[in-house]
C-alpha cells in the first residue's frame, strides 16, 4: 500500500497531494521555501518509492511562481519521472498556467524540454 502524500500550502510552499484512486499527484500554489531541497526531499523520496511500486503517475501542476531552487529540485524530480518512463511506467504532466502569467508558460516550456513522456501545457483562467 502506497503511503500517503498530502503537504499542505503555506505562503512559500506549494501544496502536494496525492489521489490513490486516479493515480494523480498535484502540485499547486507557490514554491519559494527558505530551503527548497529540504521541502523537495520527502517529496523525492516519496517518488522513489512510488516508482518502485506503481507502474503510472500524472503529475498535476499549477504552480504560478517558483524560485531557482526550486525550480532545481522539480528538474531532479523530473529525472526520476523519466528515469522511470524508460522503464515502461506510464507517466504525464499536465502544466496549468495563467495566461496572464507568461513567466509560468516558460517555465513549463523548458521543463517540457527535459523529458519525453507525454507533458500537455494548458491555459487556466482565473
Not at 15 to 23: Q, T
Not at 36 to 52: M, T
Not at 105 to 113: G, I, R, S, V, Y
Request: charged share 25%.
Amino acid at each position: 500500500m502506497m503511503r500517503m502524500l498530502d503537504i499542505a500550502q503555506s505562503q512559500s510552499t506549494p501544496r502536494i497531494s496525492y489521489d490513490p484512486k486516479e493515480h494523480v499527484l498535484t502540485i499547486s500554489g507557490e514554491s519559494y521555501p527558505e530551503n527548497s531541497f529540504e521541502f523537495y526531499a520527502p517529496v523525492s523520496i516519496w517518488f522513489k518509492e512510488y516508482l518502485a511500486a506503481e507502474n503510472r503517475l500524472r503529475l498535476d501542476i499549477n504552480v504560478s511562481y517558483m524560485n531557482s531552487s526550486s525550480t532545481k529540485c522539480m528538474l531532479d524530480l523530473l529525472d526520476l519521472l523519466e528515469e522511470a518512463h524508460q522503464k515502461g511506467i506510464t507517466i504525464d504532466i499536465v502544466w496549468r498556467y495563467d495566461h496572464d502569467n507568461p513567466r509560468s508558460l516558460d517555465l513549463a516550456e523548458e521543463f517540457k524540454e527535459e523529458v519525453t513522456f507525454p507533458f500537455s501545457i494548458i491555459t487556466v483562467e482565473q
